[in-house]
């Protein structure tokens, strides 16, 4: 049997994919690809800090 904490964490999980498709259902790949750069390249969180350092070192196109 799954412990609780790991279902609600798939279940959280699920939740945020689901807002993340529909969000951005019906955009083409290259806008999706540039408003989660943009997203990381604006935000503070740990995620956002690595990808600033990885960028500035080897820049995307």
């Known amino acids: 049997m799954i412990p609780e904490p790991a279902i609600k964490c798939v279940k959280l999980k699920n939740d945020i994919q689901a807002h993340l498709l529909q969000a951005t259902q019906g955009l083409p790949p290259q806008e999706i690809t540039d408003r989660r750069r943009k997203k990381l390249k604006d935000t503070s969180s740990p995620l956002?800090?690595?990808w600033q350092r990885v960028t500035s070192r080897h820049p995307v196109a």
């Open 48 to 50: 956002g800090q690595w």
